[in-house]
């Protein structure tokens, strides 16, 4: 199925710098980037089986920003049973764009941490643009949900063991049970 739009799952944690990063960087996509082509979930209403919440992933491929080792965006989808379209370690991807994490602020976004997230942002930004292109090879097909409420939450950090990823970059991941994103094939 053809892409229209994107749902972006964001680390909801509020102990670490990435947290924050992952959060500014999902509303500079679905505000000023792709308005109108992205959703932004929900977790408390998506893990309690919110109608919208639920659809939003079902009818769009979904993008988890995780902003530590704990993995709260792909944790997310993981609890009900879904894989995401691609997985963004946000320490990882900072280090490797040259960002030192520690020197940002959690309450008080820092210049460094507002220039990782349009980093961030923008990079987001070219993968959805890609799989949304008119003629573009991606085929998104929806999932299965299977909510698995006795799995509350991954005790491992990283999903190690539960999801086998495809490394694109440093910090950016396609799960291998996804199709390939159009910067693979070309």
């Known amino acids: 199925m053809a892409v229209r739009r994107i749902c972006m799952h964001a680390c909801g944690g509020i102990t670490r710098v990435g947290a924050t990063v992952a959060r500014l960087a999902t509303y500079a996509v679905a505000e000023e980037l792709l308005p109108e082509k992205t959703l932004i979930s929900c977790a408390p209403a998506f893990l309690r089986g919110v109608e919208e919440d639920v659809l939003m992933v079902l009818k769009s491929p979904s993008l988890a920003l995780d902003g530590c080792e704990w993995s709260c965006g792909t944790n997310l989808l993981y609890l009900a049973g879904i894989t995401p ?8 991807y900072a280090e490797a764009q040259g960002f030192d994490l520690g020197r940002g602020s959690r309450r008080f ?8 997230a349009r980093v961030v942002a923008e990079r987001v930004h070219g993968i959805a ?8 090879p991606y085929q998104f097909h929806r999932p299965e949900l299977k909510m698995q409420p006795e799995k509350w939450f991954r005790t491992a950090p990283n999903m190690e063991g539960i999801m086998e990823f495809v490394r694109l970059e440093p910090g950016i991941y396609r799960p291998v049970t996804m199709p390939e994103l159009p910067e693979e094939v070309g």
């Open 85 to 92: 379209a691609v997985r963004f370690l946000l320490p990882e």
């Open 109 to 116: 976004p820092s210049g460094v941490t507002q220039d990782f």
């Open 129 to 136: 643009r890609g799989m949304m292109q008119r003629g573009s």
